[in-house]
Each structure stands twice: as C-alpha cells, then as structure tokens.
C-alpha cells in the first residue's frame, strides 16, 4: 500500500528566500508524481507533473525533481513571495489506479 | 475548455437526510476521482471511476455512501442518512484517457450536518 510522506509540516520563511519542499512514498512503482497548491478554501491546483521516465520538471519559479528509487521527490521555489503562501501537496499516482497524497506542507512567505 | 465543474459549492443538511454532490469533468475526460478533506486534514481517497464502472471503491465507507459515472450526465457521490462526521470538503478530480494521469481538481463541495 503506497504511503506518502510530507517534510517540513509547516514552514515559515521571508520573503526572497529559495525554499524546498519534500515529498517521500514507500512504492518506488509509480507512474507519475504530481504537486499541488491548496489556498485555504479553495481546491487544488495543478503546479507540475513529472512522469515516471522523467527527472525533473520547471515552470517559472518551481522545479519538482523526482528520485524513484530512492522514493523521494523535491518542489524547489526560487525567490519566494507572499503569494506563495498557501498549502503545498505531493500526490504519487500509478496509472489506472488511485493518487495518494501527503498531508502537505503549509507554506507563510512573510514580506 | 471549462475546468471540473463541482454543485453544489456548499451544502447543509440534517442529521438522517441525504446528500448528492455533483461532478462534471473537464471535457474529454472519462477518469473521475473523489477525495475527501477533513477539516485540518489530508485529502483521502475515496473512489476512482470510469464511464459506467466502478474502477476502484477501496476507500468508500461500506455503508450509506455510493458513487456512480453514468454514461450521460456527471459523476455523483451520494451520502445517505448523513451523520455530523460526515461533514467536509468534498473534492472531484478529472484525467484525461490517456497515459499522462495528470489529475484536475474542481472547487470542491462543502457540506455541513447540522
């Protein structure tokens, strides 16, 4: 049963500061490893997803890296803004059946 | 291309009434997933659908919640005799067929038990 795992819990952090986020899963057999964003209220959005075949994705200020055999994968935000506070969560996903995610991380970037 | 559509945003119910919660995915799509949170808690799975079958109902409670994709019309999570722990945020995710698996969430339902 795959397991994932979230490192900080929360963190707090000011403005400008390059940050990363942590993400662990106990069954290095998947097929892809998708991040989120949940601002308080809201659903998730969509921030990267890396397929199983790749190693690292980028958009903008985000890189999500991923290390299947060692279960793990990072979201690195560069220049970090008060924008960005909001609740960060790994999803691990094999195809046709279910994402399991972390419990998240909650992000405050203080201006 | 409008995104995963989710109705009613908010909902309230008695103790003992029933709830059904709505979920159109994004156009194209034909994988459905339902994910429940907890106030201060994760997102759990509950069910994964395709077009008129369940694909995988592990996380379902055995009873009083149902959930069905049927070939016309959205996806619909149904919870009878609702109880105040059944209070949440429930949330509809889409994926396209295909192999990317990339998951799009709607805004979720809130339902309240009084």
């Known amino acids: 049963k795959q397991e994932v795992t979230q490192i900080p819990a929360a963190l707090s952090v000011p403005e400008g500061e390059n940050l990363v986020l942590n993400c662990s899963f106990t069954?290095?057999?998947?097929?892809?490893l998708q991040w989120f964003r949940q601002d308080p209220g809201k659903g998730l959005t969509s921030l990267l997803l890396?397929?199983?075949?790749?190693r690292e994705q980028t958009s903008g200020r985000l890189n999500a890296s991923l290390d299947k055999s060692s279960g793990r994968s990072t979201l690195y935000i560069a220049a970090s803004q008060p924008g960005d506070s909001a609740t960060y969560l790994c999803a691990a996903g094999g195809y046709g059946q279910n994402f399991v995610f972390g419990p998240g991380t909650r992000l405050s970037v203080l201006p | 291309n409008a995104g995963v559509m989710q109705n009613p945003r908010h909902l309230v119910r008695r103790r003992g009434q029933e709830a059904r919660l709505r979920c159109s995915p994004m156009?194209?799509?034909?994988?459905v997933y339902w994910y429940r949170q907890l106030p201060e808690e994760g997102l759990k799975f509950m069910v994964y659908l395709q077009k008129e079958n369940i694909i995988d109902e592990s996380g379902m409670p055995k009873e009083r919640f149902s959930a069905e994709f049927p070939k016309e019309g959205p996806s619909i999570l149904r919870i009878q005799q609702v109880v105040r722990g059944d209070s949440a945020a429930y949330f509809c995710?889409?994926?396209?067929?295909?192999?990317?698996?990339?998951?799009?969430f709607g805004e979720g339902s809130r339902l309240t038990v009084l």
């Open positions: 995710a889409s994926s396209p067929l295909g192999d990317t698996g990339e998951l799009f």
């Open positions: 890396i397929q199983s075949s790749q």
């Open positions: 156009k194209g799509h034909s994988h």
């Open positions: 069954d290095s057999a998947i097929y892809n």
